[in-house]
């Protein structure tokens, strides 16, 4: 596995495997890997002739000078366990690769940034579209690999795709859960041991929602019995709970319909280190 630190040798790199007929796979994350991230690695490796996996903390993403100060960053770590699982470049840039000037250009991707994690971290979306487009350009793969705990990014990423005709296929991984049911997350490592013991109480709110909804109870009273539960759980400090359309990620109000696909979606602090998780139902 070979690291390449500034965009020009990325490009150059890939243009290169495009020129010799290669298939790409693009992993990009923030570091700090876990399991998730890993898989995605492992099915790109699979399914293109070479990967490439970014690891950049990506400033224009974080709404919270703290969060993004203490994001874990452990590069030597990440990179022992990327060469077994299959990555062929490690692109690991600085602030100033991929920012050497500030960027004016915005998006807006309408109602699918006003819910969620796009009202809750203002500015959020508009980071991650620009950085991910830049990591697109430069790399160029033909297949790009993303974790479905962020489902909303997901669908943020999608949009972008198709609206600036990004000739690529996402493809979506499921979230992959500790044996407690916590979500895997670069920010678990972060969590007190206290609060990593209560923090599987965000999974266990999303099934007791979901069992409320397949029970026949509307989204309403779904989301009020996990709230409860979590308001019940100590060092839990919930930021919101929705039941959401799948594909448009807006509010579902009553019972769900026969045929409609929802996701349950919560966002919750533990001692300062703000998770999110989901569960999509049917899965
Ligand atoms: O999901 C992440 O780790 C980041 O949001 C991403 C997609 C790498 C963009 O910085």
Redesign the pocket.
């Known amino acids: 596995m070979e690291i390449l630190q500034t965009a020009a040798e990325l490009q150059a790199r890939t243009e290169k495997w495009r020129q010799a007929g290669q298939r790409i796979g693009l992993v990009?994350?923030?570091g700090a890997l876990h399991e998730g991230h890993l898989q995605l690695v492992r099915a790109a490796a699979q399914e293109n002739d070479v990967v490439v996996v970014?690891i950049?903390?990506?400033p224009t993403?974080f709404n919270n000078a703290d969060d993004f100060r203490l994001y874990p960053r452990v590069p030597d770590a990440d990179a022992a366990l990327l060469a077994p699982a299959g990555c062929t470049v490690l692109f690991l840039p600085s602030v100033e690769q991929m920012y050497p000037r500030p960027t004016v250009l915005t998006f807006d991707f309408g109602p699918l940034e006003r819910v969620m994690e796009g009202a809750h971290r203002p500015g959020h979306f508009n980071?991650?579209a620009t950085?991910?487009s830049k990591?697109f350009h430069l790399s160029r793969p033909h297949r790009a690999y993303?974790?479905q705990k962020?489902l909303q990014?997901v669908a943020i990423?999608r949009q972008l795709t198709a609206d600036l005709s990004f000739d690529l296929d996402l493809v979506a991984f499921p979230t992959v859960r500790e044996a407690d049911g916590l979500a895997m997350s670069?920010r678990n490592r972060r969590l007190s041991p206290a609060d990593r013991a209560m923090a599987p109480q965000l999974h266990q709110a999303l099934v007791l929602g979901a069992a409320a909804l397949a029970q026949g109870q509307p989204a309403e009273v779904a989301q009020a019995a996990a709230a409860q539960h979590l308001a019940a759980s100590p060092g839990i400090s919930l930021e919101y709970f929705e039941v959401v359309d799948a594909q448009t990620l807006q509010p579902v109000s009553g019972a769900v319909q026969a045929g409609q696909t929802v996701a349950l979606c919560v966002a919750a602090q533990l001692g300062g280190v703000r998770l999110i998780d989901n569960l999509v139902v049917p899965a």
């Open positions: 990009p994350t923030m970014s950049f903390v990506n993403q980071g991650v950085v991910v990591l993303f974790g962020d990014q990423i670069s």
